[in-house]
């Protein structure tokens, strides 16, 4: 019966304050509610959450009762003015510690002076991974073709290279490309050097997901193109790699994503990119705001990114 | 290409034709003349070896012993461009393997244009006479997954028809179907051979092998078991083995 829909004297219908038989419990809640948000801080977020426990039961027993929503609604206000009187005496209790970890990690005058810089500097971690995405994608697919390849000898060179390259950290094979090289008297830059070391290795990685996905591929569609009197390099071409590349999309982008944290790693090799800087600052400054700065610029990329990558998983999986 | 064939000459020619599977021995000696526009049914349980058979005809499989000759050109050895021999040699597949992201226009006309270099506007013309004549020109600008089993049937015989082949290989083309769509299919096919296309047909439709084949060929454990007219073997089954398969299919026909 408590759900019948009211009307009053004029046919409109009746609010949950205003039909009989609310519960006095239930309309105190909420009153206490907004006050412990306002002019009784503690108390009334207290005597809120109260009345609607009390409320609550009386309306569990009662069919001619009414005010559920009211009461749920103060309960609710309640909790939150609680909540908000302890973070006021965490912050008092806390200021000092809270102080320091404001002058280490967001320091203003040390924000001021090398975020800028940081963020200049990440324009070279962007640069970084874009390049060196270009030539993964280029490299990987062609290593995962080798590793598909009918001939034993392609298939041969395309594991080892595979195999070795997963099997080494990342920040060894940066050192071995930039300083092999320039012993043996090829002096690429540091930014060069960074490049062909995130494509070596990241090609090695995408390379496994290309070949995952042209397997994916039923193996019908090849025989079918090869029937019409298609090369393989036609087939692949125009019927398998464009279904294949549709699939791998959301795993290459995730790599996209490392790709870009792992530039961090040519910093080692002294080129001026966002965390080189970032470490820089904080030697200068003797505070951690400057890597907080690299923190937030990766953020601000990574985790869009994160979202658009998402984003094509389901676009993408529906037209399969 | 050019084409080693007179009249009277075989349009394919099977010579002692083995294939193994590691220890399996999927064909075990086929020895076989397909005359041109015969519409050969081949018929057999699975297993037989009748599909292993079609797929070493067009080199989807590699012959472990034996020849095969399309139109006098050696399939199985190295040396033949096995493309340009499937340019002559058209085949539908069981799960139509039609490609999902292109519309059934350009399904039709891929392979036209990339292969035997045709301008768009020529292929799109073929491809369209071909799409109105398996009854689907309607559907010409649409996907794949959105047409029905029977119609993807239909627009993966017209996409083979595109490249003007002289011969028609066609793998069990209405088992996966829903018995509704097979008839569509088998009419399209029955157009097709009383045109005098030259057809080798995997099938379980008996009814399609008596009303439209040529010849009959029963196959069993990778072998030719018996192979004549399709109503007299119907009738009067010679071999055992035949007559063992016929009572099986047609005790639920």
Not at chain 1, 92 to 109: C, G, K, P, S, T
Not at chain 2, 63 to 81: C, L, M, P, Q, S
Request: glycine residues 8%.
């Amino acid at each position: 019966m408590a759900n019948e829909i009211e009307l009053n004297a004029e046919g409109e219908m009746l609010s949950d304050f205003e039909k009989p038989n609310v519960s006095g419990w239930a309309k105190a809640s909420l009153i206490m509610g907004i006050l412990g948000l306002t002019a009784l801080p503690f108390v009334g977020a207290v005597l809120a959450i109260v009345f609607a426990r009390i409320a609550k039961r009386r309306i569990l027993y009662d069919d001619a009762l009414a005010g559920d929503g009211l009461a749920t609604a103060g309960q609710t206000l309640g909790i939150i003015g609680l909540l908000l009187v302890a973070l006021a005496v965490f912050i008092l209790l806390m200021q000092e510690r809270l102080r320091a970890f404001i002058a280490d990690f967001f320091n203003w005058d040390t924000i001021k002076f090398w975020w800028p810089k940081v963020g200049r500097a990440f324009l070279t971690t962007l640069k970084l991974a874009v390049v060196a995405e270009f030539f993964i994608l280029i490299f990987g697919l062609f290593v995962a073709l080798l590793r598909l390849s009918k001939l034993k000898i392609f298939r041969f060179i395309a594991v080892v290279y595979i195999d070795v390259i997963r099997g080494l950290p990342l920040i060894l094979q940066i050192f071995i490309i930039y300083f092999g090289l320039s012993y043996l008297g090829l002096n690429l830059s540091r930014f060069a050097a960074g490049a062909v070391a995130l494509t070596v290795c990241y090609a090695a990685y995408e390379a496994e997901i290309f070949r995952a996905g042209i397997e994916s591929i039923h193996k019908g569609q090849m025989e079918a193109s090869r029937s019409l009197g298609m090369t393989y390099l036609q087939s692949m071409r125009y019927v398998v790699l464009p279904q294949a590349v549709r699939r791998v999309i959301p795993p290459l982008s995730n790599e996209f994503i490392m790709l870009t944290k792992d530039t961090a790693l040519v910093a080692f090799i002294g080129l001026s990119e966002a965390f080189l800087v970032g470490k820089e600052g904080m030697g200068r400054d003797a505070n951690v705001t400057p890597l907080v700065g690299v923190a937030l610029f990766f953020l601000l990329v990574t985790i869009p990114a994160m979202r658009v990558v998402q984003y094509l998983e389901v676009r993408l999986s529906k037209g399969d | 290409m050019e084409t080693n064939i007179d009249s009277g000459e075989a349009m394919i020619r099977i010579v002692d034709l083995h294939k193994r599977f590691g220890d399996f021995v999927a064909l075990n000696g086929i020895d076989l003349d397909v005359m041109p526009s015969q519409v050969v049914v081949v018929v057999g349980p699975s297993g037989s070896g009748k599909s292993t058979m079609l797929r070493c005809i067009n080199g989807l499989e590699s012959a472990t012993r034996g020849n095969i000759f399309i139109e006098g050109i050696d399939v199985t050895h190295k040396a033949t461009d096995i493309n340009k021999v499937r340019e002559k040699v058209g085949m539908v597949f069981q799960s139509f393997n039609l490609f999902p992201h292109l519309t059934t226009l350009k399904n039709v006309t891929l392979a036209p244009i990339k292969v035997k270099k045709m301008s768009a506007d020529e292929a799109n013309e073929i491809a369209l006479v071909l799409l109105d004549k398996v009854g689907l020109k309607d559907k010409s600008d649409a996907y794949p997954a959105h047409l029905s089993g029977g119609q993807q049937q239909r627009v993966a015989i017209a996409r083979a028809l595109a490249m003007g082949p002289d011969v028609m290989l066609f793998d069990e083309v209405t088992s996966a179907l829903d018995p509704e769509l097979v008839s569509e299919v088998l009419d399209t096919m029955k157009d097709l051979a009383l045109e005098g296309m030259t057809m080798m047909v995997v099938t379980h439709e008996m009814g399609f092998a008596k009303e439209v084949g040529t010849r009959l060929i029963f196959m069993d454990e990778g072998m030719v078991v018996e192979d004549g007219d399709p109503t007299q073997i119907f009738n009067n089954p010679k071999h055992p083995r035949t007559q063992d398969f016929f009572s099986k299919i047609l005790s639920h026909m």
